[in-house]
């Protein structure tokens, strides 16, 4: 009971070092429980990828003879690649250096660019074959597992989200944070059907964004109280005293 109630209270997010705690736990969990999964039905031919493979053939016939939709589907896989995420967090960051908030412009640039090293590595351990379709509509480089656009997109939008979120209108935050888990789910679902990806890569994705996400935000966290800043609050951004 004693124990139990000791770590009650430390994951408390409303206890001195709850809310970092939390976040450092939901990250361990995430990359322990749901990951681990994913990663053993790829790493070992599970039920799960017999699912794959029959999704990701229907999808693409579904597609493949409608050109305007593979368009349209490329326009939203666009959006989730790390070409549009350079431009957005790199303007993100020098508009947030050049009005004196470095860390800030810090955040965004090490959350991006250190997801996208982790996805790498992931993707080279696993070394997952992509999908092998004939008549492909789209093709992309490197390996499969985990989706890179899905691990981005979480990354991109989710740090964007909790650093630009003091200056949305509280009336405005809950359509723009839904706006950007449907897009997010949008870019996931074009991966999908453009054939570049399984359904397993896409869900891997979406895990290790989460998990690192909130892993970044927890040691950005300890950064502000060790100089002497509140917590970060996700509900309201992570450094609001800065708009």
Do not use: C, N
């Amino acid at each position: 009971m004693e124990a139990r109630t000791f770590w009650t209270k430390r994951l408390d997010p409303g206890q001195r070092y709850g809310l970092r705690l939390t976040l450092f736990a939901a990250a361990i969990l995430l990359v322990a429980i749901p990951f681990g999964l994913l990663l053993r039905e790829v790493t070992q031919s599970g039920s799960l990828t017999r699912v794959d493979t029959a999704a990701v053939r229907h999808l693409h016939e579904a597609v493949r003879d409608h050109p305007l939709q593979v368009v349209f589907l490329q326009i939203i896989s666009f959006l989730g690649g790390p070409p549009w995420f350079y431009l957005v967090i790199g303007l993100s960051a020098i508009w947030m250096y050049r009005q004196g908030h470095p860390r800030l412009a810090l955040f965004l640039v090490v959350t991006g660019s250190l997801g996208g090293i982790i996805d790498t590595i992931v993707k080279v351990l696993v070394d997952r074959p992509r999908p092998s379709l004939e008549q492909p509509v789209a093709t992309a480089h490197g390996k499969s597992f985990p989706s890179g656009h899905s691990m981005t997109s979480v990354v991109g939008y989710g740090s964007l989200l909790l650093v630009w979120l003091p200056v949305i209108a509280a009336k405005w935050r809950r359509w723009i944070i839904t706006g950007a888990v449907l897009l997010i789910l949008a870019i996931g679902f074009s991966r999908l059907a453009l054939g570049v990806h399984y359904i397993t890569d896409v869900l891997g994705g979406y895990v290790l964004g989460l998990a690192w996400l909130s892993a970044a935000t927890a040691a950005f966290s300890i950064w502000r109280v060790d100089r002497g800043k509140k917590p970060v609050e996700p509900e309201e951004g992570i450094a609001p005293e800065a708009f």
